[in-house]
């Protein structure tokens, strides 16, 4: 997933590098005009502003950062009377480009000073200056409600580089959570249950006919298991609660089915439900089934077969270490 990072340059070098190293640790390709390390692709025939607004058309979404700066006008190059940040803004507009709006908490200050001075051209504000007043105007037009815009009009704040980075990896960690979640499957990075069942005949020739159904569970996946829960559905309360299962380790669970001769047996339906580090929690469904082998005599519980598996967001779990 490519994402145009949008802003002045020169003033936000530090935050757009910042910014960018989190893209890619998110599994995210940046665009950054400046990154030479970055997706972004010049046009070799055509001026810097043209190359940036067709890697906008190129990008999946826009990151916008309004900070200090509107950056200069660019109608003396051809273009129109506004910055390449409003102009990058728009062209993303026009194409329907996710646009997500970050904005220093101390312009968002001085913007609300401006329109309730009715927007005056010669405020002394504490953050931007005078000659930046039409990063006013870009703020109010993303603000600006209108009935069949495909885009939302929110912003994020943000007061420095770190709260930057937090809002931006939780915008786009949900966003991502399905990619990673595949990517962790397919390179074994995953915790992932086999289920092995087995029954033996516990009756007594006093008692009622008996069958104890044992299932290994083991964590065949490449990565631990945390907080399980393991238990059978409409079958009994008991849950056997796990802090943490590692790849290869196995655990038995086992059930007491009191069975009548002659009957045939019931499905069983076993369920394990985990996190994993990746925030994301499973929770697995097995049909734990069986055969009447013939009229007159004792039915066996003979196979496992998953009938369902769930994934849901999650925090990550947290490790404690005493001292």
């Not at 992932?192 to 065949?220: G, P």
């Not at 001769?261 to 069983?268: T, V």
Request: with cysteine.
């Amino acid at each position: 997933m490519k994402i145009f990072v949008s802003s002045t340059v020169y003033d936000l070098i530090d935050i757009r590098s910042e910014v960018a190293e989190l893209l890619r640790s998110l599994g995210l390709s940046p665009i950054l005009s400046d990154d030479s390390h970055s997706d972004f692709s010049p046009k070799h025939d055509a001026n810097s502003i043209e190359s940036c607004l067709a890697n906008i058309a190129a990008s999946d979404a826009v990151i916008l950062i309004l900070d200090q700066r509107y950056g200069p006008s660019l109608k003396n190059a051809g273009f129109e009377d506004k910055s390449a940040t409003h102009l990058e803004y728009e062209r993303a507009i026009e194409l329907g480009k996710p646009i997500h709006v970050f904005v220093r908490d101390r312009l968002e200050a001085d913007f609300s000073i401006w329109k309730k001075n009715d927007k005056q051209s010669d405020l002394k504000l504490t953050w931007v200056e005078q000659e930046e007043f039409r990063l006013f105007e870009l703020l109010s037009e993303h603000r600006k409600l209108i009935e069949g815009k495909s885009n939302s009009n929110w912003v994020d704040f943000f007061s420095s580089s770190i709260d930057l980075k937090k809002s931006i990896q939780k915008k786009f960690e949900t966003m991502m959570r399905p990619q990673q979640l595949a990517d962790a499957i397919a390179h074994n990075e995953f915790p992932l249950f086999d289920v092995q069942s087995r029954t033996e005949d516990t009756s007594r020739a006093d008692q009622i006919k008996e069958l104890t159904c044992k299932c290994t569970i083991t964590n065949v996946g490449g990565a631990s298991a945390f907080n399980v829960q393991i238990y059978w559905k409409n079958i009994t309360d008991e849950i056997k609660p796990i802090d943490v299962i590692v790849p290869t380790q196995s655990t038995i669970m086992c059930n007491l089915l009191v069975l009548e001769i002659h009957k045939m047996i019931d499905e069983a339906i076993l369920v394990i439900e985990y996190d994993s580090m990746l925030g994301v929690r499973v929770i697995d469904q097995y049909r734990v089934y069986g055969e009447l082998l013939t009229s007159t005599s004792w039915g066996h519980l003979t196979g496992v077969e998953r009938i369902s598996r769930e994934f849901s967001i999650v925090d990550s779990p947290t490790i404690t270490i005493s001292e």
